[in-house]
């Protein structure tokens, strides 16, 4: 059984950086993504990574300032983040799917394990 802790949230000043890291156990790592889920809405996927083919997807709210990374030796991933503003605000959760796709998938019902969540406040 695959078991993901996240870690790396808290709270930040609007223009700040944060560096969210999700920790796996059980198996190794296949496909990643990150989502992130705001009161009132909808999870939501902020940055996904397919291993088989290196492709990356980023919300476009996110892209130039956020970025996906997996480091094997450690079996975790990391989402780091820059420029961060108020929207960006929420429960960040990590995720992994086990079949590899060519495409980075990136919507909620594509991952079957996920973490628990971390917080992330930005104030401005």
């Known amino acids: 059984q695959l078991q993901l802790v996240e870690s790396g949230g808290g709270p930040v000043q609007s223009g700040g950086s944060l560096r969210l890291s999700c920790a796996a156990s059980g198996f190794p790592l296949a496909d990643i993504g990150w989502f992130r889920q705001a009161p009132g809405k909808e999870r939501e996927g902020v940055s996904c990574?397919?291993?088989?083919?290196?492709?990356?997807y980023y919300h476009d709210s996110v892209k130039g300032r956020f970025t996906i990374s997996r480091d094997a030796t450690k079996n975790t991933f990391y989402l780091q983040m820059n420029s961060l503003e108020t929207e960006d605000a929420g429960v960040y959760f990590c995720a992994v799917r086990h079949q590899l796709a060519f495409d980075a998938l990136c919507s909620v019902e594509d991952y079957e394990y996920w973490g628990r969540g971390t917080q992330v406040t930005v104030s401005s």
């Open positions: 990574h397919a291993k088989l083919t290196n492709r990356t």
